[in-house]
Nanobody, 125 residues
Framework: QVQLVESGGGSVQSGGSLRLSCAAS????????KGWFRQASGKEREWVST???????NYADAVKGRFTISQANDKRTVYLQMNSLKPEDTAMYYC???????????????????WGQGTQVTVSS
């Protein structure tokens, strides 16, 4: 089993920055992809960014150029540096990890078998 714990959320003004962290524990040897999703109130969960074991990154158009995903050398912690935050970035942010043989695409939540509890990000104008 893999456990994911997010931290780093909070409230900032528009244009501000936050850095989210996601620490993985347990048997992470099979994890090949980690990502961040977000869910605003009343909306569906939305893919934000992913990073694989080789360090290849992908970003949603809405955050490209503002957010940066990275991972620690031991691959157990993944970060999301969020700059130039906008009110539309307000959401609960979830860390996710994929370790199964199934794959529905890196943007599809069904690819990810492990999820954190979420951390709230609120951006005021």
């Amino acid at each position: 089993q893999v456990q994911l714990v997010e931290s780093g959320g909070g409230s900032v003004q528009s244009g501000g920055s936050l850095r989210l962290s996601c620490a993985a524990s347990g048997d992470t040897s099979g994890i090949h992809l980690k990502g961040w999703f977000r869910q605003a109130s009343g909306k569906e969960r939305e893919w934000v960014s992913t990073i694989n074991k080789a360090g290849t990154t992908n970003y949603a158009d809405a955050v490209k150029g503002r957010f940066t995903i990275s991972q620690a050398n031991d691959k157990r912690t993944v970060y999301l540096q969020m700059n130039s935050l906008k009110p539309e970035d307000t959401a609960m942010y979830y860390c996710a990890a994929a370790g199964g043989s199934f794959y529905y695409g890196l943007r599809n939540p069904k690819t990810f078998g492990y999820w954190g509890q979420g951390t709230q990000v609120t951006v005021s104008s």
